[in-house]
């Protein structure tokens, strides 16, 4: 039994909805959910951008002002199929002849939208949430299970132990994603994955180095480099674009596998949820503000959450520093020796950071961090991380470093 039988529609309409506007529809109700915005519709409009700027010939050239119009014409009809498909719901049976006769005499579908349908309709539909309504469910879904030696569980299971968005899985999903995915070998120089390409996988880099490269000008040039425990390719995967950059394997590589639906059923709903919420707070961090979206999500996936009690000495004076901290929740304090005797020196708040003059001097740490209120979180990152992601910064971080003086 087909999922749209019993509704007022047209057997053409039904085919319609099953065919087009079904896999869109659930795809934009599905990160729509994932995010779950305060402002709906401009995240509509805005996904509706994206999709549009995918589908739409690289050739084809629309004035701004046409094609808003266009997205203006897309986002109406999908309003009204949804309050269709709503009245639909909760109509009388009898009525069902009546209004196939009114649904017949709707409007054209605009041109834009039909053009854009083409390509939409190649794509992969996202089931990693369940949208509205009977006639849009998730599928049933078997993931892949390649057969892998125990020392390659073992190996594959330590390198995911690394990233932000495998770290977490529960252990049911961690055994079926181990089954998921697939080892893949590169050599020096072989390209990975290409800039604008529709993206079907991800990889979790278990050994080697790769770089990533954007093209300005019509010249690639190097944007990141990504080392083992690193994820690369699944911005194609959480946010259903064309890839943002080609890479390219340094050396020799080791690498594992996902395919795009085992991720979406396992680990993108967390993954987004984990990636907004920080984004959001590190949005209000006053030193990484200022930093482009982009930049705040690949900080977002390298830190990791850490609780701590009352009267818990988060760092130690003069034991060496490998991480940099934020605070999320609580109040910390700063103890200093000082001539033998221990001075409170600073205090902390939510959005504070501390530990980086450890690392940008390469020296023991300068004070003790004391948790003051009930209990307290914080994010850490690595000193490879903070190298990596915060150089940038390393400016601006030193001439505001704490002195503790």
């Known amino acids: 039994m087909s999922v749209v039988d019993g509704l007022p529609f047209a057997e053409e309409k039904k085919d319609y909805i099953l065919k087009t506007l079904d896999p869109i529809l659930e795809e934009m109700v599905s990160d729509v959910l994932a995010d779950m915005p305060k402002v709906p519709m401009d995240f509509m409009i805005q996904w509706l951008i994206k999709r549009t700027g995918r589908a739409a010939d690289a050739t084809e050239k ?220 590190l949005q209000s961090v006053t030193l990484l503000a200022s930093l482009e979206a982009y930049e705040r999500s690949q900080i977002a996936d390298a830190l990791k959450p850490e609780k701590f009690n009352k009267g818990d000495c988060i760092v130690k004076q003069d034991d060496p520093g490998d991480k940099f901290y934020i605070v999320e929740e609580g109040t910390l304090y700063a103890l200093k020796v000082i001539d033998g005797t221990e001075t409170r020196v600073m205090d902390y708040k939510v959005g504070d950071y501390f530990g980086e003059l450890a690392l940008l001097k390469n020296q023991p740490r300068a004070a003790s961090i004391i948790v003051e209120s009930e209990s307290a979180k914080v994010l850490s990152m690595s000193r490879l991380s903070f190298n990596k992601m915060l150089g940038p910064l390393a400016d601006l971080l030193s001439s505001k470093v704490k002195s503790y003086k």
């Open 62 to 281: 629309i004035s701004v002002s046409q094609r808003n119009q266009n997205l203006k014409q897309e986002l109406r009809y999908l309003q009204g199929s949804l309050e269709e498909a709503s009245t639909a719901a909760a109509a009388p049976a009898e009525e069902e002849e009546e209004e196939e006769d009114e649904d017949d005499d709707c409007d054209e579908i605009p041109e834009a939208f039909r053009k854009s349908e083409e390509s939409m309709g190649k794509t992969r539909t996202s089931v990693s949430a369940e949208a509205y309504g009977a006639w849009n469910q998730k599928k049933d879904f078997t993931p892949p299970d390649h057969p892998k030696t125990d020392e390659q569980k073992q190996r594959l299971k330590q390198t995911l132990s690394k990233s932000f968005m495998f770290s977490s899985l529960e252990d049911k999903d961690m055994t079926t994603i181990l089954g998921a995915m697939k080892e893949c070998k590169f050599e020096a120089g072989q390209k990975v994955i290409n800039e604008g390409d529709n993206g079907d996988f991800l990889f979790v880099i278990e050994k080697g180095q790769l770089e990533c490269l954007k093209t300005s000008n019509g010249e690639e040039k190097v944007v990141k480099t990504v080392n083992e425990g690193d994820v690369f390719g699944e911005l194609a995967l959480l946010y259903n674009c064309p890839r943002a950059a080609s890479v390219v394997a340094k050396v020799e590589c080791i690498c594992w596998e996902l395919d795009r639906e085992s991720f979406n059923y396992i680990v993108k709903d967390a993954a987004v949820a984990r990636r907004n919420k920080y984004d959001e707070f």
